[in-house]
């Protein structure tokens, strides 16, 4: 599927990217595949998309040297996430004859973008290149805002889109406009659309038909459409024994949660409407989910740090994991997850988790019961965040001692967790030594940055002082980019923003 020049790019890249999920669905339905896209695609896309300085996934490449740009998040998650909106869209009868009639007329030669729009809209009588050029060609997502009322037996639903920005609110003078194709279910079949409709206008009123005032109402069934979801407060609180009983798909649960924490950075609704929502997920069974989810708690931790709601959000992390926690426990059970949820635990400060983590720690350093290895990494974040220098000294002799490089990665990862100021600094001076391969530094520094409010200052601190080593060491390579990345990104005032422009802006006149 080559395409006549690298404007059309995405398409090999999008395509192949969505096309591996789909077989793998095909062969095994029972990885639930589609829940991994969301999280690992696309979320990932819609975090770079929402952005000011993104870029339409169709860019136009005058000249070889603007290839590398283009080689990103939106060409390859976002691209593959608009395919797989348009195969649910078209359907995927419609799709194969599409795509039949697209690589019979192209098998010897090169196509664009829009003569694969030409071979489905022949296939499905669907307006499929006006559709997709307010996908391709424009950057950025919609938001869609939507509120019900009952009507009788039925359901008026009011919808209106605005593109999502992270940084709040649109303000901006244009009003740019996407054609979404939007489903819809109810709580009388949630893995089933109730109504399929095409919103190509900023704001529709549609109505479910015999829909029962105690029914929920979802929009985005199975997290397909590339757009994020603004509920009503009644709407939302609707959802909220679909997220307990598990009703509703592990996929649409993601992309639930994963909407509100965005809406909330974005300051678009309250971080306290999405906690209570959360509270909802203390059954919640699925690893994808449970990842997310920790992710997501986590940054907003990272937030609350600059606050004095730190040590009440770390509160909440233990009340949410504690139920699941518990029953996964720390020995080997059929699925997965307890590593993730016992390392979540151990570094809110669970006192169970915290007690059992030293024991083992322990018995593992002293070679009577070894750990194994998923279970390594949560118990050693869980004593270094708790621990003290003779706890990071016993790490860096592990370190030291082990055999096998994916030993001492699993530690550089985790040493940033520790707390105090000068052991902090300890280990940024060891990020630098030899005991830490070249490219192997960024880890350790990350880690510390992300490991504590002190630690991130320590670590911008660091990276400044020693900036001319680190950019001669990894200059012209994506560790560079990759390190000032994970040593600003917990950052959350205008303060240190201005700061790290100017820094930023010095750094690189130095080495010009």
Partial sequence: MLSEWWTHLWLNEGFASWIEYLCVDHCFPEYD????????????AQELDALDNSHPIEVSVGHPSEVDEIFDAISYSKGASVIRMLHDYIGDEDFRKGMNLYLTKFQQRNAATEDLWESLEKASGKP?????????????????????????????????????????????????????????????????????ILMDKPELTVVLKDTKPEQWVKLNLGTVGFYRTQYSPAMLESLIPAIKD????????????????????????????????????????????????????????????HTDFYEDIQAFVRDVFSPIGERLGWDPKPGEGRSLLLGSLGKAGHKATLEEARRRFKEHVEGKQLLSADLRSPVYVT??????????????????????????????????????????????????????????TVSVIGGVAGGSKQGRKAAW??????W???????????????????????????????????????????NY
């Fill in 461 to 466: 601190k660091f990276v400044r002082d020693n």
């Fill in 128 to 196: 499929i290149a006006a559709v997709m050029n307010t996908w391709t060609k424009q950057m950025g997502f919609p938001l869609i805002y939507v509120e019900a009322e009952q009507q009788e037996d039925d359901r008026v639903l009011k919808l209106v889109q605005k593109k999502f920005c992270a940084s709040g609110p649109y303000t901006g003078e244009d009003f740019p406009m996407w054609m979404v194709p939007i489903s819809i279910c109810t709580s009388e079949d949630p893995s089933c659309a109730k109504m399929q």
């Fill in 246 to 305: 598990l009703s509703l798909p592990p996929v649409d649960r993601l992309g639930l949660q994963n909407d509100l924490f965005s809406l909330a950075r974005a300051g678009i609704i309250s971080t306290v409407e999405v906690l209570k929502v959360m509270e909802a997920f203390v059954n919640e069974p699925n690893y994808t989910v449970w990842s997310d989810l920790s992710c997501n708690l986590g940054i907003l931790g990272t937030l609350l740090s």
């Fill in 33 to 44: 595949i589609w829940t991994q896209f969301v999280s690992a695609d696309y979320t990932r």
């Fill in 383 to 440: 004593v270094l965040k708790h621990g003290d220098s003779s706890t990071l000294d016993t790490m860096l002799k592990l370190h030291k001692q082990a055999d096998m490089q994916e030993e001492k990665n699993r530690i550089e990862r985790v040493l940033g967790a520790i707390a105090q100021p000068e052991l902090i600094q300890k280990v940024l001076t060891f990020a630098l030594s030899e005991e830490v391969r070249p490219q192997d």
């Fill in 468 to 510: 001319e080593e680190l950019y001669n060491r990894y200059q012209g390579g994506f560790l560079i980019s990759r390190l000032i990345k994970l040593t600003v990104d917990g950052f959350a005032n205008d303060k240190m923003a201005a700061e790290v422009k100017v820094r930023s802006f010095n750094l690189r006149f130095i």
